[in-house]
């Protein structure tokens, strides 16, 4: 996905607010100011001449103004974090912005002009596989995707058709629906990770036998480009290049989306996969749930 460029930038937006670890720095209060670089797609706007089009930056002052003075925080962090949360949910047209909190008055006995914390948050796209097979399955999917889509943090921009599929793993159970979605999302992927296991323990889902029956499945494939490698978490799926209920439903919304590992397409993933499979067998007969 090539980087945008587009930018909107505000520089030394002076705001007088309460913000800071000491009794009185959140009693007196004191000047900070605020530096935002607001990336978004500002092409049409442009050529257009139409506000509509961009983001209004004078009722994004106000916003900052707004927030930091209706607010109390001991962090610059926190502040900043916040801050950029609100931003980004409050304007849509911003995809990501990169934002600075300076303080001046800092209370460090030292010669120094001023201390500040900057951040850099935006909307990042995410692949959702899941699948079930206990019960009212597309019911189990339908009721996640839909508490996916009305999440604050969480947009959902296209879901994969439903496909029946074959256990896997050789524990005997009822067959699964399968399918896939692509969001935006606020999240990072631990965070993400969390969300879903909680919609999940929210379905009923319960961790008992490795590759058994469960009410509801939902496992990150791809988080942006990112490889991750941690207790918790591994991205990309690390079995998905095999499995073709993954990639096939990948490949309806997703088909140009490249493995950061492999280095190939989900398409060129999944007509390897298929190439494997013996005469006559079918994404259909031959997959399985996550």
Known sequence: MQENKDRICIRELEVYAHHGVFAEETRLGQKFFVNADLSMQLRKAGTEDDLS???DYG???QTIYHFLTEHTYRLLEAAAEHLAERLLLDFPGIRELTLEIRKPAAPIPLPVSSVSVSIARGWKRAVIACGSNMGEKERYL???IDKIAGDIKCRLLCSADQIVTKPYGGVEQDEFVNGAFLIETLYEPEEL???LNRLEAEAGRERVIRWGPRTLDLDIIFYE?????SARLTIPHPDMQNRIFVLA???????EWVHPLYQKTVTQLLEGLQEKEMPGETAKGSSAAV
């Open 53 to 55: 089009l961009s983001t």
């Open 59 to 61: 009722q994004v002052c």
């Open 142 to 144: 339908q009721e996640a």
């Open 193 to 195: 990770l969390t969300f």
């Open 225 to 229: 480009n990112r490889v991750v490698r």
């Open 249 to 255: 439903p990948l490949a309806q919304i997703v088909p």
